[in-house]
């Protein structure tokens, strides 16, 4: 067990990585976590948690772990821990993450995140957006030291920074694929199929060509301080791939729907009960209403509130359409769910949380279109995922969604999306006819996992 891997935030995309690298580490690594819950307070004191609980062992050479653990306390705490070659890993970055006023950001998670960076020996984002969002907040996010700041801290991080995209381990779905998509299922994902085994037929040049694009100038800029040589094989000019909350198909047992944390969902169950194939085989797949999916965290930073806004108009307007909102809510659900849950009334196929991953893959398969409001997002698994899954995605001009997803795909205001989607709902024939333009191989695990068995290789140390 040479790797040792730490997550103090156990859920969703985390909780996927960790246990995607368990499996394929097997007996090399050992995975010491926390719940997904109250990240704040994981972020604060996890370190100490791990101080006292991470087994020690003479065999650790490598210490991967995300973002929301402290490393600098870790190592510290751990003299031990503190000499293995320590690789962070960035999900998300507490400086670019948008608040809903300007007093809430609390200086101290964005700080933690710094100090990683200067203890660790490779930092890895998930995009070339959450890269140059963090580092070149830096500088201004030290600002807020009323005096005698520190200087230089972007100059010391980057040579040690890399991207390295969430490896998304696809499933095999054409069980759940109405005909119009089972037709584009290989040529869509540029794999063949085997069972459930996918094998690249040739690295998309999509991603490499934008992601390289995007980073070019800061590759170019830093290659002699050691940006593309921080770790054998990787260089930031070659992007990698992430997955998302992965859930399925269809009934909750009585014990998962009693532990919803959605009132909402408490409040409808039988939404969370039905199957999706069997709702929509009576009427030919072409004929029916458009079919739109919104699979994300119930939170204000996925922007809720402009989607339901959106899809309201669209009822107003006596427009045909069916809505899939999933995803996960946790302990405080906006308001604006329960209100356009009611607005919505018989538009509404699915509502709430699926944990089980065939019924997630399902819903999404059913779908026509996936749209993401986000005011947060650096990936953005759940789009990918869908996307896979033969959905069309409609995504904000901005943050991470021009580097993963073409030009076409792409809408810059609230009425650009509405007008997408009154033309969709008239036709939705246009939508289900549709080849996606882009690629998501570069995503999976067979693109990608070479690169993090690289980073987790084991290096000699003199001082272990």
């Not at 939508?431 to 690169?451: C, N």
């Amino acid at each position: 067990m040479s790797v040792l891997l730490i997550e103090a935030f156990y859920g969703g995309s985390h909780k996927q990585l960790m246990d995607l690298l368990q499996e394929e580490l097997q007996e090399d690594c050992v995975l010491c976590t926390l719940p997904a819950k109250k990240w704040h307070w994981k972020a604060r004191t996890s370190a100490l948690y791990f101080m006292q609980t991470v087994p020690t062992s003479a065999d650790y050479r490598i210490l991967f772990a995300s973002s929301v653990l402290n490393l600098a306390e870790l190592a510290a705490l751990r003299p031990d821990l503190g000499k293995l070659k320590k690789v962070l890993y960035f999900h998300e970055n507490q400086l670019a993450y948008p608040v809903q006023k300007c007093q809430e950001r609390d200086f101290q998670y964005g700080y933690n995140q710094i100090l990683s960076c200067l203890v660790a020996d490779v930092v890895v984002f998930n995009s070339a957006f959450n890269m140059e969002s963090f580092l070149t907040s830096i500088g201004k996010f030290m600002k807020l030291i009323p005096d005698h700041r520190p200087k230089d801290l972007e100059k010391i991080i980057r040579p040690k920074c890399q991207v390295l995209y969430f490896p998304v381990r696809f499933p095999d779905v054409s069980r759940f694929m109405p005909e119009h998509k089972l037709a584009h299922l290989d040529k869509v994902n540029g794999v063949k199929r085997n069972g459930d085994a996918y094998q690249l037929e040739g690295l998309p040049g999509q991603q490499k060509s934008r992601a390289s694009g995007a980073l070019m100038k800061t590759s170019n800029a830093h290659r002699e301080s050691g940006l593309c040589e921080a770790q054998p094989g990787l260089c930031t000019t070659q992007h990698e791939g992430l997955p998302s909350p992965l859930t399925a198909p269809v009934r909750l047992s009585k014990s998962d729907a009693s532990e919803s944390t959605n009132p909402c969902q408490e409040d409808d169950k039988q939404h969370l009960t039905f199957n999706l194939s069997n709702t929509l085989s009576g009427r030919d797949c072409q004929q029916r209403p458009l079919h739109v999916a919104w699979p994300h965290r119930w939170e204000h930073d996925k922007d809720p509130e402009t989607f339901f806004k959106v899809l309201l108009k669209l009822k107003e307007k006596e427009l045909p359409f069916h809505v899939s909102v999933l995803g996960e809510a946790f302990t405080e659900i906006p308001d604006i769910f329960s209100e356009a849950r009611k607005a919505l009334g018989s538009s509404v196929l699915h509502w709430g949380y699926l944990p089980s991953k065939d019924d997630y893959f399902q819903a999404l398969c059913m779908a026509d279109v996936v749209i993401s409001t986000a005011k947060h997002e650096f990936f953005g698994v759940a789009m990918v995922e869908a996307v896979y899954c033969g959905c069309y995605p409609l995504c904000p001009k901005a943050l991470v969604y021009p580097e993963i997803f073409p030009a076409e795909y792409l809408y810059s205001t609230p009425e650009q999306l509405f007008k997408r989607l009154q033309n969709f709902c008239k036709r939705p024939d246009i939508v289900r006819k549709h080849l996606y333009k882009g690629e998501t191989a570069g995503f999976s695990w067979a693109a990608l996992g070479g690169k993090f068995r690289s980073l987790l290789a084991a290096e000699p140390r003199e001082d272990l």
